[in-house]
């Protein structure tokens, strides 16, 4: 299961004391963090973040229109950010296990998360 993940930029938050704390006029605040993220055989991304998920350096404007493209190969998942006119921006890739029988998958429904 492959995904693109995302955050406000962590560059307008401060973690402190068991409290986050939002920087005032951050000049990110109206920026997001996306990333790859995906399942492989059972294993959680949140549980394997060196192995299951990469961040983009690229921000994402609130405001402006991106392409996301993700690519499944048999042992690579390639994960694609692009302006909203085609141009490339960035590339991740996620390797994983080889899925013998994808036809005999199921269908997931959306995720909410």
């Known amino acids: 299961s492959d995904r693109f993940v995302w955050r406000r930029a962590m560059s307008c938050f401060t973690f402190k004391n068991g409290g986050v704390f939002e920087h005032p006029n951050c000049p990110d605040s109206n920026k ?28 994402i404007n609130v405001e402006e229109w991106y392409t996301y493209r993700i690519e499944i190969e048999d042992t690579i998942s390639h994960f694609t950010l692009m302006d909203s ?7 991740h890739s996620i390797p994983h296990r080889k899925c013998w029988f994808p036809t005999w998958g199921y269908m997931l429904n959306f995720y909410f998360g």
């Open 32 to 59: 997001i963090e996306i990333a790859a993220y995906s399942y492989d055989d059972s294993r959680r991304p949140y549980r394997h973040l060196d192995e299951l998920t990469r961040t983009f350096k690229t921000l």
């Open 85 to 91: 006119e085609g141009k490339f921006l960035e590339k």
